[in-house]
């Protein structure tokens, strides 16, 4: 069974700073292409930032500069390290793997909850 597991959320000041990890199982993680999308109440869940299985990565224009997004093969983890947090921020941020075999795959985390306070 495929299981992506989000940590790291929680509340934190603005201009603080905070570490997302994303744990994979039940997947090849070095085949896949792992993004971290970020919810707020009635808005579309949007990209934040992407890597493939190379190595490139995709940010949002939004996180350019502040956030940063890695990954470790060996742990099968993804993370996501966010600098100068901003109220806008706030938002549930959630896990995604993404690979083409036989079909695309897509699978997603539950999510965990970043809130920035002014």
């Known amino acids: 069974q495929v299981q992506l597991v989000e940590s790291g959320g929680g509340l934190v000041q603005a201009g603080g700073s905070l570490s997302l990890s994303c744990a994979a199982s039940g997947i090849i993680f070095s085949i896949a292409t792992m993004g971290w999308y970020r919810q707020t109440l009635g808005k579309q869940r949007e990209l934040v930032a992407s890597i493939t299985n190379t190595g490139g990565r995709n940010y949002a224009d939004s996180v350019k500069g502040r956030f940063t997004i890695s990954r470790d093969n060996a742990k099968n983890t993804v993370y996501l390290t966010i600098n100068s947090l901003k109220p806008e921020d706030t938002a549930v941020y959630y896990c995604?793997?993404?690979?083409?075999?036989?079909?695309?795959?897509?699978?997603w985390g539950s999510g965990t909850q970043v809130t920035v306070s002014s």
């Open positions: 995604n793997a993404y690979w083409y075999s036989d079909r695309a795959y897509n699978y």
